[in-house]
């Protein structure tokens, strides 16, 4: 039967790298899949007049899956904030209730180099993040700007409801089952009274996960541990907010944030899946960007969504083996390897699959 692919290219990098994971799937032709592009963000804003057009969103829950490139870009920082294309990405993630964003930090072995930081603190790397994503200070009630005793004051509310926090633990537990047994929640439960929730419906929800190993950990001391020793982590589970800026950090780990890739996901595991990083305005229409974040977001596509292990393998095993040939985009470049374009490093994936 023929799968569904809302295709949402977005802005700056975004159309180049989706392109690249575009042309990958179409060389798996088996995959039967129907792909349909519709515009996002700025792009959103500049056809439609919304960075979320709503015919968008209709082919994106329609769809089977969703594959996006990302948004954003410095011409639409002056927009009323409604209108910016970052609110169209938050948007279509609640819209779409993926509550559960997966981004595993991985480090190739090839990029050992690659990494800022040591070999010997990065080899070997598995991390999964899972991101709550559809809650916390991102989207909580009140917010804004406004004038208070003369002055201006900006403010936004971090609130999660316990129902939030059980429902995207469960996502980690279950996972952390498949994986390594270890969970660590990372919170700001000394300080904060979210986190304090959190912690105490983690522990709850722990109660049906014997077999885990669950820690707890301070988002400062989780920032620290995460470039001290990456390897202590297994599965990490915390907020959007600490969630956003400690994968990001993570990405370094596996040599740039060009190849950290995520899986965003609902109860059912319909998914809209895109790589961390954002729309990179500094190298757009270069042609320069690593397309390995996004090709990567593929293969989590055909594993979460369609339950396709085989050919989610098969795209890795392709990406591992580019590596392994010397093949580099400028971020991951290191002397002695291959420096390639971005739609290069798509064709040489797309090689790598025969
Ligand atoms: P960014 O991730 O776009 O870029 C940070 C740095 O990483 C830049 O130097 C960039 O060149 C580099 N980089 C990012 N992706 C790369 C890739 N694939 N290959 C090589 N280098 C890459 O973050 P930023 O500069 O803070 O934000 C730029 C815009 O992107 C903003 O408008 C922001 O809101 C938006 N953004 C969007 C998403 C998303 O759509 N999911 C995520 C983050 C930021
Ligand atoms: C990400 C991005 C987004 C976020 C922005 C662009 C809204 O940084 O996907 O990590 O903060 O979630
Ligand atoms: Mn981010």
Redesign the pocket.
Known sequence: MTKKIAVLP?????PE?VAQAVKVLQAMPELNLEMEEAAI??AGYDTAGDPLPEATLKLAREADAVL???????Q??KLDRPL???RG?LRIRKELNLFANLRPALLYPELADSSSLKPEVVSGLDIMIVRELTGDVYFGQPRGIEVRNGERVGFNTMIYSESEVRRVARVAFDIAMKRGKKLCSVEKANVLECSELWKEVVIEVSKGYPEVELSHMYVDNAAMQLVKWPKQFDVIVTGNIFG?ILS?QASMLSG????LPSASLDENNKGMY???????????GKN???????ILSAAMMLRYTFGDEANAQRIEQAVRKVLADGVR????YTAGTKKVS?SEMGDAVVAALK
């Not at 996006?68 to 410095?74: D, E, N, Q, T, Y």
């Open positions: 977005g802005d700056g990098i975004g790298i963000g700025g996006l490139g990302a948004v954003g870009g410095p639409y920082d910016r294309p970052e990405l956003d990001d740039s944030i060009g190849m895109e790589p961390i990083h954002g729309s990179a305005p500094d190298i757009a320069v960007a690593n397309p390995l974040a996004t985009t400028a971020d991951i971005c």
